[in-house]
């Protein structure tokens, strides 16, 4: 090639690039709607069998304006940045609309989404489908892997065919109350599938659940809760290969309350990985005998939910190897032996771990141990057992502690001293045998949120020293302890506005106590029985708007009862009071009318 020749070429292939170039620029103008009109009439077609009260679809039309034509720039529609195929459908609706009630699309599903072949992610979750079954064609989305179909008002069977999605990844079609399936073999073909969530749907007939799930090779997460699934006889467990089967991390079961073999099944999907599992939810089976040893390997478990079964015996020791577990609920079992010996079994490295222990409802007993070890607690409950004697000094150098329940055991002994406790908000000491003083270090939880200590043996005095930086107190529950005497100074102010006040069966009288004065937003209050001899204050009536129980029976109170009806109880004598609420004044020495009580409960 000459020079000239070469020159010559090189603008031949400028002339023809810039050429090209502007032809380009005009074919992108001229199409500048990248949406297929083959898949946009599929989805107008879709929107017409659905009804749209919240105008949700409201960019979805025909009109000219081009936004309106480009169904790529739909709300929850999203299409492929170079085929410009629809992929993605998300007509969800959001979270918190739906709590509060909101549906924001009802109707049915048209076939005529078939048309969109392309699809890969599908979001149609809490909408109201009326009952309509999941409709079959759905199947035949080849590319799908995100089919998200939850609390949708689906019911009927589950079509099988969705096992012909082998594309699938995620399949949600939870809280669909009326749907079911009669066997799981469908899911075992979903060789893609990492996440599955059939909660809440009806399994009963479905006995080949686990044989199902031991073939799904990609599975991260699996939630069969309150599903009615069936109990596997061990000679039926399917085997597990260990090598492939490595994936699994979150196994919900719970609320399955015919699944009774504690020893089955974990020792079944402890093959499935014992170094991915990082959540077991088994509360609510009717697992029985004692916790077996399944969990033993489970390096990476931090959350084990075996709450609400039929467990006896201990938390055996190996518990307190297990170097991630973060939560631990055996609470409602028939769970025995000392506490103090179960704490030793929880000795190790989960010392420094544990966040959530639940001990609640079982049978265990003796004295409370130094619990001070678990360092980063933020919630000990222990309610309802059989622990005595009293708690030591030292034994709740919890800083993290935020929820204390020791309450309905036979604890002794003074209250313990809680400074070391400060982001305490919730403590139920309430139906123990504490006894002495109230230790005035409570008065610098300023955390404190809800503080029950009623039915116990306190003495003594309690004075808004006990109470002075309870900022955030709500609840407070001090009956039922008849020798301690609740005096503040007459013109104390205090720093918290209590919904729930119950002081039934404590000292407060012979005065009416003033600081009741400030508390404006009770709901509940109990001052029956407290030694009360005065005459009622003009302002009672109108100190609490929101009121919904009153009992201050069994006092000395005398004079004339203000008008509570109309005030306080905040109805007016013509409408009839909303129900629950009630108001006892039994037993005291009041005059005057009560004529204004005539439409409410005694
Ligand atoms: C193409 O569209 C762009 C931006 O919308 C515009 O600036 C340009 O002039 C258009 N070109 C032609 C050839 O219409
Ligand atoms: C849905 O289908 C049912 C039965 O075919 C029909 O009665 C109903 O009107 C349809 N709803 C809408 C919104 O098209
Ligand atoms: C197109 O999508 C792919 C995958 O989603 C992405 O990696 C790529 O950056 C996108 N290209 C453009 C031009 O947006
Ligand atoms: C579903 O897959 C099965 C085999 O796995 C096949 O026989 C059947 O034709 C497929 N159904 C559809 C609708 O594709
Ligand atoms: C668990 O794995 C072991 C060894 O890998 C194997 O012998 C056993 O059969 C497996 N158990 C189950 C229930 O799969
Ligand atoms: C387990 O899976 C591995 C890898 O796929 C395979 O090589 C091995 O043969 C399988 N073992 C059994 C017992 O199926
Ligand atoms: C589990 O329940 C079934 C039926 O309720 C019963 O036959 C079986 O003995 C129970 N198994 C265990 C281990 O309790
Ligand atoms: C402590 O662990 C042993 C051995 O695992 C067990 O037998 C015992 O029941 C456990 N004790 C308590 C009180 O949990
Ligand atoms: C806890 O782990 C240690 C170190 O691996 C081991 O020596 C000990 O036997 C384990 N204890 C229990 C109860 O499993
Ligand atoms: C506390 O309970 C244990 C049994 O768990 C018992 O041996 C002990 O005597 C009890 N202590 C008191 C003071 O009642
Ligand atoms: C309670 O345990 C903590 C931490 O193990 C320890 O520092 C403290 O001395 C113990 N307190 C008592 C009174 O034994
Ligand atoms: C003292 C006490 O209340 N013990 C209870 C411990 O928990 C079991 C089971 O919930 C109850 O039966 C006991 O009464």
Redesign the pocket.
């Given at each position: 090639m000459s020079i000239e020749e070469n020159i010559f070429f090189k603008l031949l292939i400028l002339l023809t690039s810039l050429l090209l170039a502007s032809s380009s620029?005009?074919a992108?103008?001229a199409s500048r709607i990248r949406c297929s009109e083959r898949e946009r009439r599929a989805l107008l077609k879709f929107k017409e069998e659905l009804v749209d009260e919240y105008g949700r679809l409201s960019s979805w039309g025909e009109e000219e304006e081009e936004d309106k034509l480009e169904c790529c720039k739909w709300r929850g529609v999203h299409c492929h940045n170079r085929t410009n195929r629809v992929t993605l459908l998300d007509l969800h609706t959001p979270s918190k609309e739906f709590q509060n009630g909101i549906i924001t699309l009802r109707g049915n599903i048209s076939t005529s989404l078939l048309e969109l072949q392309h699809l890969q992610y599908i979001d149609l979750s809490s909408n109201d489908f009326h009952g309509a079954p999941i409709p079959n064609f759905i199947s035949s989305f080849s590319k799908l892997r995100h089919l998200n179909l939850p609390s949708s008002s689906f019911s009927g069977m589950i079509p099988r065919l969705l096992g012909n999605i082998s594309t699938l990844r995620v399949l949600d079609l939870k809280y669909n109350f009326g749907c079911y399936s009669k066997n799981l073999d469908w899911v075992s073909h979903l060789h893609s599938l990492e996440y599955l969530d059939l909660s809440f749907t009806l399994l009963s007939n479905a006995n080949n659940w686990l044989q199902a799930l031991s073939k799904l090779t990609s599975i991260k997460e699996v939630h069969l809760r309150n599903s009615d699934l069936r109990d596997i006889h061990p000679s039926s467990l399917p085997l597990i290969n260990a090598s492939t089967s490595s994936s699994l991390s979150i196994l919900d079961l719970s609320l399955n309350r015919y699944l009774n073999s504690t020893l089955t099944l974990p020792k079944w999907f402890s093959n499935f990985s014992s170094s991915s599992l990082t959540l077991i939810n088994f509360k609510g089976n009717s697992m029985t005998g004692t916790i077996p040893d399944a969990y033993e390997n489970m390096i990476s478990l931090t959350h084990l939910d075996l709450g609400s079964a039929e467990l006896e015996g201990g938390v055996p020791k190996y518990f307190g190897n297990m170097s991630s577990l973060r939560y631990l609920d055996v609470s409602k079992n028939k769970l025995s032996g000392e506490l103090f010996e179960l704490m030793l079994n929880l000795s190790g490295p989960v010392d420094r771990k544990l966040r959530y222990l639940d001990l609640g409802n079982n049978c265990i007993s003796g004295r409370f141990p130094n619990m001070s070890r678990f360092s980063f607690l933020t919630e000990l409950k222990l309610r309802k057992n059989q622990s005595n004697e009293s708690i030591q000094k030292g034994y709740l150098q919890l800083p993290y502690l935020a929820v204390l329940d020791l309450s309905s055991n036979r604890i002794e002994g003074p209250v313990p001293d809680l400074s070391s406790t400060p982001s305490l908000k919730h403590l139920m000491l309430n139906k123990n045998m504490f006894n002495g003083a109230l230790t005035e270090s409570i008065g610098c939880l300023s955390n404190l949120e809800v503080f029950w200590i009623g039915s116990n043996l306190l003495e003594g005095m309690m004075t808004e020293a006990h109470m002075l930086n309870l900022s955030r107190l709500r609840v407070l529950d001090l009956s039922f302890n008849s020798l301690l005497t609740v005096k503040c100074n007459s013109r104390w102010y205090p720093p918290f506005q209590l919904n729930d006040m119950r002081l039934a069966h404590c000292k407060l009288g012979p005065n009416f106590p003033t600081w009741l004065k400030t508390q404006n937003e009770l709901v509940y209050i109990d001052i029956s029985d407290t030694g009360i001899s005065d005459v009622i204050p003009s302002w009672f009536g109108g100190v609490a708007p929101r009121l919904q129980y009153l009992n201050a029976s069994n006092n000395e109170i005398y004079g004339f009862l203000p008008n509570i009806s109309a005030s306080t109880f905040n109805v007016s004598v013509s409408s009839p009071p909303s129900s629950g609420m009630i108001l006892d004044l039994s037993r005291n020495k009041i005059s005057g009318s009560i004529n204004f009580l005539c439409h409410s409960k005694e």
């Open positions: 620029t005009t992108e103008n």
